[in-house]
């Protein structure tokens, strides 16, 4: 059973910092594409960017140069590093992890999108 556990999220300042994290398990975490997604009160889900299993990196305009994605396949985690934070980042942040198509127990299986439970970012003075 895949399960991602997020953490990392909470109250900062503008201008400041936080690092959320992405754990998972259940699953070959290095074969997969992980991407960020964040939702804020009343607006829709956007991508915050996303790193492929090759570990290239790619990311929405309203955060590039301020946000980092990386990853430790040898601790299957996943990083958001958030500098610079504005009070328009504050929304409820969510990792996916994709795991690709291929044989698994036996049965071709399309890709499949695995979501973390969210974490809360409040950036606020």
């Known amino acids: 059973q895949v399960q991602l556990l997020e953490s990392g999220g909470g109250l900062v300042q503008p201008g400041g910092s936080l690092r959320l994290s992405c754990a998972a398990s259940g699953i070959i975490f290095s074969t997969c594409e992980i991407s960020w997604d964040r939702q804020a009160p009343g607006l829709q889900r956007e991508l915050v960017g996303t790193i492929t299993s090759g570990g290239t990196t790619n990311y929405a305009v309203a955060v590039k140069g301020r946000f980092t994605i990386s990853r430790d396949n040898a601790k299957n985690t996943a990083y958001l590093q958030m500098d610079s934070l504005k009070p328009e980042d504050t929304a409820v942040y969510y990792c996916?992890?994709?795991?690709?198509?291929?044989?698994?127990?036996?049965?071709?299986?399309?890709?499949?999108?695995?979501w973390g439970q969210g974490t809360q970012v409040t950036v606020a003075s």
């Open positions: 996916n992890v994709r795991r690709p198509s291929g044989m698994y127990s036996g049965r071709f299986s399309g890709a499949t999108d695995y």
